[in-house]
Protein backbone atom coordinates (compact mmCIF):
# COMPACT_ATOMS: atom_id res chain seq x y z
CA UNK A 1 0.00 0.00 0.00
CA UNK A 2 1.31 3.63 -0.63
CA UNK A 3 0.17 6.11 0.78
CA UNK A 4 0.80 9.71 2.97
CA UNK A 5 1.20 10.20 6.28
CA UNK A 6 -1.73 12.15 8.11
CA UNK A 7 -0.27 14.86 9.90
CA UNK A 8 -0.41 12.92 13.38
CA UNK A 9 1.33 9.85 12.16
CA UNK A 10 4.80 12.13 10.69
CA UNK A 11 6.49 10.79 13.27
CA UNK A 12 6.57 7.51 12.91
CA UNK A 13 8.84 7.66 10.01
CA UNK A 14 11.85 8.97 12.20
CA UNK A 15 12.60 5.83 12.95
CA UNK A 16 13.43 5.03 9.35
CA UNK A 17 15.09 7.97 9.02
CA UNK A 18 17.32 7.04 11.66
CA UNK A 19 17.97 3.50 10.27
CA UNK A 20 18.95 4.86 6.80
CA UNK A 21 20.44 8.32 7.47
CA UNK A 22 22.42 7.00 10.99
CA UNK A 23 25.30 10.29 10.37
CA UNK A 24 22.53 12.59 11.13
CA UNK A 25 22.83 13.80 14.69
CA UNK A 26 19.52 14.00 17.57
CA UNK A 27 19.54 17.46 16.93
CA UNK A 28 19.33 18.10 13.68
CA UNK A 29 16.47 15.39 13.35
CA UNK A 30 14.21 17.03 16.51
CA UNK A 31 14.70 20.42 13.95
CA UNK A 32 13.58 18.66 11.21
CA UNK A 33 10.16 16.54 12.56
CA UNK A 34 9.52 19.77 14.14
CA UNK A 35 9.94 22.15 11.08
CA UNK A 36 10.21 20.75 7.56
CA UNK A 37 7.95 17.85 8.61
CA UNK A 38 5.20 20.53 9.73
CA UNK A 39 4.98 21.99 6.50
CA UNK A 40 5.93 18.88 4.01
CA UNK A 41 4.23 15.88 2.67
CA UNK A 42 5.47 12.00 3.46
CA UNK A 43 4.79 9.47 0.97
CA UNK A 44 5.43 5.72 2.07
CA UNK A 45 5.11 2.68 1.25
CA UNK A 46 3.91 -0.43 3.66
CA UNK A 47 4.36 -3.99 3.86
CA UNK A 48 1.40 -5.60 5.94
CA UNK A 49 1.73 -3.19 9.04
CA UNK A 50 5.62 -2.33 8.06
CA UNK A 51 6.58 1.07 7.00
CA UNK A 52 9.36 0.05 3.67
CA UNK A 53 10.00 2.64 1.96
CA UNK A 54 9.33 6.63 2.07
CA UNK A 55 10.18 9.68 0.57
CA UNK A 56 9.57 13.41 1.80
CA UNK A 57 8.04 16.57 -0.29
CA UNK A 58 9.25 19.00 1.16
CA UNK A 59 7.99 22.96 -0.56
CA UNK A 60 9.59 25.61 -2.26
CA UNK A 61 8.82 28.42 -3.43
CA UNK A 62 11.31 28.97 -6.47
CA UNK A 63 12.05 32.00 -8.92
CA UNK A 64 11.94 30.95 -11.95
CA UNK A 65 13.00 34.24 -14.43
CA UNK A 66 9.84 36.31 -13.62
CA UNK A 67 7.06 34.35 -12.08
CA UNK A 68 7.49 31.96 -8.15
CA UNK A 69 6.42 28.46 -8.73
CA UNK A 70 5.49 26.41 -6.05
CA UNK A 71 8.06 23.20 -6.53
CA UNK A 72 9.15 20.28 -4.50
CA UNK A 73 12.40 19.36 -3.05
CA UNK A 74 12.34 15.65 -3.01
CA UNK A 75 14.05 14.06 0.49
CA UNK A 76 14.57 11.66 2.97
CA UNK A 77 14.27 8.87 0.38
CA UNK A 78 14.78 5.69 1.90
CA UNK A 79 14.01 1.85 1.69
CA UNK A 80 13.98 -0.27 4.87
CA UNK A 81 17.39 -2.37 4.28
CA UNK A 82 14.82 -5.32 4.87
CA UNK A 83 12.90 -4.26 2.09
CA UNK A 84 15.29 -3.32 -0.87
CA UNK A 85 15.20 -4.19 -4.69
CA UNK A 86 11.48 -5.01 -4.31
CA UNK A 87 10.03 -2.03 -6.13
CA UNK A 88 9.01 0.10 -3.31
CA UNK A 89 10.74 3.39 -4.22
CA UNK A 90 9.46 2.85 -8.07
CA UNK A 91 6.09 2.46 -6.54
CA UNK A 92 6.61 5.95 -4.45
CA UNK A 93 8.16 7.69 -7.30
CA UNK A 94 5.23 6.35 -9.37
CA UNK A 95 2.61 7.97 -7.01
CA UNK A 96 4.38 11.29 -6.64
CA UNK A 97 5.18 12.26 -10.36
CA UNK A 98 1.45 11.21 -10.39
CA UNK A 99 0.55 13.79 -8.32
CA UNK A 100 2.76 16.61 -8.96
CA UNK A 101 1.26 16.02 -12.27
CA UNK A 102 -2.18 16.89 -10.68
CA UNK A 103 -0.83 19.65 -8.76
CA UNK A 104 0.43 21.27 -12.07
CA UNK A 105 3.88 21.26 -10.36
CA UNK A 106 6.61 22.58 -13.12
CA UNK A 107 9.28 20.42 -12.18
CA UNK A 108 10.98 18.89 -9.20
CA UNK A 109 14.64 18.74 -7.30
CA UNK A 110 16.83 16.38 -5.33
CA UNK A 111 20.35 16.42 -4.19
CA UNK A 112 20.97 12.74 -5.07
CA UNK A 113 23.42 10.58 -2.40
CA UNK A 114 23.47 8.44 -5.36
CA UNK A 115 22.72 9.55 -8.79
CA UNK A 116 22.43 6.42 -10.50
CA UNK A 117 19.68 5.66 -8.21
CA UNK A 118 17.49 8.91 -10.06
CA UNK A 119 18.87 8.62 -13.38
CA UNK A 120 16.12 5.48 -14.63
CA UNK A 121 13.74 8.17 -13.04
CA UNK A 122 14.57 10.39 -15.65
CA UNK A 123 16.22 12.94 -13.10
CA UNK A 124 18.87 14.78 -14.36
CA UNK A 125 21.73 17.20 -13.25
CA UNK A 126 20.38 20.73 -13.29
CA UNK A 127 22.98 22.52 -11.23
CA UNK A 128 26.57 22.33 -10.76
CA UNK A 129 27.60 24.45 -8.05
CA UNK A 130 31.36 26.04 -6.84
CA UNK A 131 33.22 26.15 -3.86
CA UNK A 132 32.97 29.57 -2.40
CA UNK A 133 35.44 31.04 0.45
CA UNK A 134 36.34 33.78 1.68
CA UNK A 135 39.56 35.74 -0.19
CA UNK A 136 42.21 37.06 2.01
CA UNK A 137 40.22 40.60 1.58
CA UNK A 138 37.16 38.86 2.78
CA UNK A 139 39.05 36.87 5.82
CA UNK A 140 40.77 40.46 6.71
CA UNK A 141 38.59 43.27 6.17
CA UNK A 142 35.16 41.70 6.72
CA UNK A 143 33.60 41.78 10.64
CA UNK A 144 31.17 39.01 11.86
CA UNK A 145 28.31 39.49 13.60
CA UNK A 146 25.79 36.41 14.79
CA UNK A 147 22.29 36.14 12.95
CA UNK A 148 19.71 37.09 15.32
CA UNK A 149 16.10 35.02 14.68
CA UNK A 150 14.07 38.44 15.09
CA UNK A 151 12.36 39.49 11.85
CA UNK A 152 14.45 42.27 10.89
CA UNK A 153 17.73 40.32 10.26
CA UNK A 154 15.54 37.52 8.65
CA UNK A 155 14.46 40.80 6.21
CA UNK A 156 18.01 42.01 5.66
CA UNK A 157 19.84 38.71 5.01
CA UNK A 158 16.29 37.96 2.12
CA UNK A 159 17.02 41.40 0.37
CA UNK A 160 20.78 41.01 0.55
CA UNK A 161 21.11 37.42 -1.19
CA UNK A 162 18.22 38.17 -3.25
CA UNK A 163 19.52 40.99 -5.02
CA UNK A 164 23.01 38.93 -5.54
CA UNK A 165 21.29 36.04 -6.70
CA UNK A 166 18.90 37.63 -8.86
CA UNK A 167 22.13 39.18 -11.11
CA UNK A 168 23.45 35.69 -12.22
CA UNK A 169 20.94 33.10 -11.87
CA UNK A 170 17.61 32.87 -13.24
CA UNK A 171 15.98 30.17 -11.18
CA UNK A 172 16.68 29.66 -7.14
CA UNK A 173 15.03 29.37 -4.00
CA UNK A 174 13.21 32.11 -3.32
CA UNK A 175 14.28 33.78 -0.24
CA UNK A 176 12.33 35.49 2.31
CA UNK A 177 12.06 36.05 6.37
CA UNK A 178 10.86 32.84 6.89
CA UNK A 179 13.46 31.14 4.40
CA UNK A 180 16.46 32.29 6.91
CA UNK A 181 14.77 31.80 10.36
CA UNK A 182 14.71 28.11 9.21
CA UNK A 183 18.01 28.47 7.62
CA UNK A 184 19.44 29.70 11.19
CA UNK A 185 17.55 26.75 12.82
CA UNK A 186 18.50 24.38 10.44
CA UNK A 187 22.76 24.92 10.85
CA UNK A 188 22.13 25.97 14.43
CA UNK A 189 20.44 22.48 15.19
CA UNK A 190 23.77 21.07 13.86
CA UNK A 191 26.32 22.94 16.16
CA UNK A 192 26.80 25.09 13.21
CA UNK A 193 25.99 28.74 12.76
CA UNK A 194 24.62 31.54 10.94
CA UNK A 195 26.56 35.06 10.79
CA UNK A 196 26.71 38.46 8.66
CA UNK A 197 29.34 39.49 7.24
CA UNK A 198 30.19 43.30 7.47
CA UNK A 199 32.39 45.70 5.63
CA UNK A 200 34.48 47.52 8.75
CA UNK A 201 34.38 50.77 6.63
CA UNK A 202 32.51 53.64 8.29
CA UNK A 203 29.52 52.32 6.45
CA UNK A 204 29.91 48.90 7.88
CA UNK A 205 27.79 47.80 4.91
CA UNK A 206 26.29 44.36 4.62
CA UNK A 207 28.41 42.24 2.28
CA UNK A 208 28.03 38.75 3.05
CA UNK A 209 25.95 35.74 5.02
CA UNK A 210 27.38 32.77 5.73
CA UNK A 211 26.43 30.12 7.46
CA UNK A 212 27.46 26.79 7.69
CA UNK A 213 27.24 23.07 9.91
CA UNK A 214 29.65 21.83 13.13
CA UNK A 215 31.23 24.01 15.71
CA UNK A 216 34.38 24.49 13.43
CA UNK A 217 32.23 25.63 10.36
CA UNK A 218 33.54 21.93 8.85
CA UNK A 219 30.75 21.89 6.19
CA UNK A 220 29.30 24.95 4.29
CA UNK A 221 26.05 25.35 3.65
CA UNK A 222 25.71 29.09 1.97
CA UNK A 223 28.26 31.65 1.70
CA UNK A 224 26.96 34.26 -0.63
CA UNK A 225 29.25 37.52 -0.45
CA UNK A 226 29.83 40.76 -2.39
CA UNK A 227 32.35 39.36 -5.47
CA UNK A 228 34.88 41.79 -3.92
CA UNK A 229 35.65 38.99 -0.82
CA UNK A 230 34.92 35.91 -2.38
CA UNK A 231 37.08 33.30 -4.42
CA UNK A 232 36.21 29.78 -6.06
CA UNK A 233 38.04 27.34 -5.47
CA UNK A 234 38.60 23.85 -7.78
CA UNK A 235 35.92 23.17 -10.58
CA UNK A 236 32.33 22.93 -10.49
CA UNK A 237 30.85 20.27 -9.27
CA UNK A 238 27.52 18.41 -10.01
CA UNK A 239 25.05 19.44 -7.91
CA UNK A 240 21.31 19.33 -8.21
CA UNK A 241 18.97 16.66 -10.16
CA UNK A 242 16.15 17.90 -11.89
CA UNK A 243 12.96 16.56 -13.73
CA UNK A 244 10.16 18.41 -15.85
CA UNK A 245 7.03 16.84 -14.03
CA UNK A 246 3.92 18.90 -15.95
CA UNK A 247 6.06 19.69 -19.74
CA UNK A 248 3.12 22.26 -21.13
CA UNK A 249 3.08 24.18 -17.82
CA UNK A 250 7.34 24.29 -17.22
CA UNK A 251 7.97 25.45 -21.31
CA UNK A 252 5.71 28.86 -20.32
CA UNK A 253 8.60 30.43 -19.50
CA UNK A 254 10.71 29.22 -22.75
CA UNK A 255 11.23 31.73 -25.67
CA UNK A 256 12.87 32.83 -28.38
CA UNK A 257 16.19 34.22 -28.19
CA UNK A 258 16.23 38.00 -28.57
CA UNK A 259 18.11 38.03 -31.89
CA UNK A 260 16.33 35.33 -33.20
CA UNK A 261 15.65 36.48 -37.20
CA UNK A 262 11.87 35.40 -36.36
CA UNK A 263 9.30 36.85 -33.86
CA UNK A 264 7.29 33.52 -33.53
CA UNK A 265 8.43 29.96 -34.80
CA UNK A 266 6.33 26.90 -34.69
CA UNK A 267 7.41 22.91 -34.60
CA UNK A 268 6.79 19.49 -33.77
CA UNK A 269 8.73 17.88 -31.17
CA UNK A 270 7.89 14.35 -29.58
CA UNK A 271 8.95 13.61 -25.96
CA UNK A 272 9.17 10.30 -24.46
CA UNK A 273 8.36 10.05 -20.95
CA UNK A 274 7.81 6.44 -19.12
CA UNK A 275 6.32 7.74 -16.18
CA UNK A 276 3.94 10.56 -17.16
CA UNK A 277 2.60 9.71 -20.19
CA UNK A 278 0.46 12.83 -20.14
CA UNK A 279 4.69 13.90 -20.97
CA UNK A 280 4.74 11.48 -24.01
CA UNK A 281 3.78 11.82 -27.56
CA UNK A 282 3.94 14.78 -30.03
CA UNK A 283 3.45 18.20 -29.09
CA UNK A 284 2.94 21.35 -31.43
CA UNK A 285 5.43 23.76 -29.84
CA UNK A 286 4.21 27.41 -30.59
CA UNK A 287 7.38 29.85 -29.81
CA UNK A 288 7.55 33.50 -29.38
CA UNK A 289 10.10 36.14 -27.80
CA UNK A 290 7.94 36.26 -24.39
CA UNK A 291 7.29 32.73 -23.79
CA UNK A 292 5.93 29.49 -25.31
CA UNK A 293 3.53 26.65 -25.38
CA UNK A 294 2.95 23.15 -25.91
CA UNK A 295 -0.24 21.41 -27.62
CA UNK A 296 -0.51 17.43 -27.37
CA UNK A 297 -1.50 16.54 -30.90
CA UNK A 298 -3.91 13.76 -31.44
CA UNK A 299 -3.34 12.48 -34.68
CA UNK A 300 0.61 12.48 -33.67
CA UNK A 301 1.14 8.35 -35.80
CA UNK A 302 0.65 10.91 -38.85
CA UNK A 303 3.43 13.63 -38.23
CA UNK A 304 7.21 13.56 -38.36
CA UNK A 305 8.33 15.12 -35.49
CA UNK A 306 11.24 18.18 -36.46
CA UNK A 307 12.64 17.22 -32.99
CA UNK A 308 12.88 13.72 -30.69
CA UNK A 309 13.84 13.36 -27.13
CA UNK A 310 13.66 11.83 -24.01
CA UNK A 311 12.42 14.07 -20.97
CA UNK A 312 15.80 13.63 -19.29
CA UNK A 313 17.41 15.14 -21.96
CA UNK A 314 14.71 17.80 -22.61
CA UNK A 315 15.17 18.78 -18.83
CA UNK A 316 18.61 19.43 -18.98
CA UNK A 317 18.68 21.51 -22.28
CA UNK A 318 15.60 23.96 -21.17
CA UNK A 319 17.45 24.47 -17.76
CA UNK A 320 20.52 25.25 -19.59
CA UNK A 321 22.56 22.69 -18.12
CA UNK A 322 23.09 20.71 -21.82
CA UNK A 323 22.58 20.59 -25.03
CA UNK A 324 20.36 18.14 -27.02
CA UNK A 325 21.69 15.64 -29.89
CA UNK A 326 19.59 16.75 -33.01
CA UNK A 327 20.17 16.09 -36.77
CA UNK A 328 22.29 18.47 -37.53
CA UNK A 329 19.93 20.35 -40.23
CA UNK A 330 17.70 20.89 -36.68
CA UNK A 331 20.83 22.77 -35.37
CA UNK A 332 19.63 25.88 -36.09
CA UNK A 333 16.18 25.37 -34.82
CA UNK A 334 17.37 24.80 -31.55
CA UNK A 335 19.73 27.70 -31.47
CA UNK A 336 16.92 29.81 -31.91
CA UNK A 337 15.48 28.94 -28.23
CA UNK A 338 16.34 30.39 -25.42
CA UNK A 339 16.87 28.09 -22.58
CA UNK A 340 17.11 29.11 -18.95
CA UNK A 341 20.41 30.40 -18.06
CA UNK A 342 21.75 29.70 -14.77
CA UNK A 343 20.58 27.27 -11.82
CA UNK A 344 21.52 27.93 -8.02
CA UNK A 345 19.85 25.46 -5.46
CA UNK A 346 22.07 24.69 -2.31
CA UNK A 347 18.96 23.72 -0.33
CA UNK A 348 19.96 20.07 1.55
CA UNK A 349 16.56 19.32 3.56
Known amino acids: MVRYLKQEEKSESRALWENVFSEDSKSFLDYYYSDRVRKNKILTAWSADHLAAMLHRNPYDVVVKDRIWKVDYIAG????????????????????????????????????ANPAIYHPFDFTYICDLPERVLNEKGRTQLSRRAFMERSDDSREAARFVGRQLEKKYEVYAHRDEEYYRNLCREVRSDRGDMLFLFTRDERERLAGVWAYYGELAQTQRELIVLDDYVKEVGSLRPAVMGRIIHLEQFVKVIRLKEDCPVSEMELFIEVK???????????????????????????????????????????????????????????????????LDGVYFDEIT
Open 77 to 112: VATDPAFRHQGYMKRLLNRCFLDMYMERMEFSFLVP
Open 273 to 339: DEFIRQNSGVFLWKLKKDGSDMTPVSENNKIKPHLSMGISELTSWLFGYGKPEVPENRQSMVERIRP
